[in-house]
């Protein structure tokens, strides 16, 4: 009986850190003068990470749910979400996410490692279930829109507005649309 406890002991300490969540939080300045705070939590067992960036009427908050591989974020301004499929080959792996979170906190550029844009579709998504629950959380209740990502040239003329998530220095998503004024 002991070595069974013992067993599930040492177990447990090995597990332990591949199910844990990971809370990271960083405070920044040089949004226009203006002061961010950012919140990351990481659910290694749920694979899905949350993102909450507080910036008075500019805050916005983002899940990526890397088991249905779809990222959404809802805007405060705007009071909509959007929601997009991840780019595997760009986004940070949950597994390595806060250590890379680490070492871009002590790296002397704040620029993101990877940036992506999507461009936002004028038609509302109506089904939220295919997404995952973390994500039909974070948008019940509120319009969704898809949005596609844009590679290359055909996006270099484009004129609409944008926003940009910057995901603590690692990645910045712009999310573009000419029905939006974020």
């Not at 908050?61 to 959007?82: E, M, P, Q």
């Not at 944008?162 to 999310?175: P, Q, R, S, T, V």
Request: with cysteine.
């Amino acid at each position: 009986m002991k070595l069974i406890i013992l067993s599930i002991a040492i177990l447990g300490a090995f597990l332990a850190p591949t199910l844990a969540s990971v809370n990271i939080n960083e405070r920044n300045q040089g949004n226009v003068g203006g002061h961010t705070h950012q919140s990351v939590s990481i659910d290694n067992q749920r694979q899905v990470v949350n993102v909450d960036d507080n910036n008075g009427w500019q805050s916005w908050n983002t899940v990526w749910d890397y088991k249905s591989g779809y990222l959404a974020t809802r805007f405060l301004s705007t009071k909509s979400c959007i929601i997009a499929k991840m780019n595997p080959e760009i986004m940070p792996d949950v597994t390595t996410l806060p250590q890379a979170i680490k070492e871009k906190q002590k790296a002397s550029t704040k620029e993101p490692d990877h940036k992506i844009t999507y461009m936002i579709s004028s038609k509302k998504i109506a089904d939220l279930t295919p997404y995952g629950k973390s994500i039909e959380a974070l948008c019940r209740g509120i319009p969704t829109f898809p949005a596609y990502e844009v590679k290359g040239q055909s996006f270099f003329y484009y004129s609409g507005s944008c926003f940009e998530a910057n995901i603590l220095c690692l990645l910045g998503i712009h999310y573009c649309g000419e029905k939006y004024d974020y």
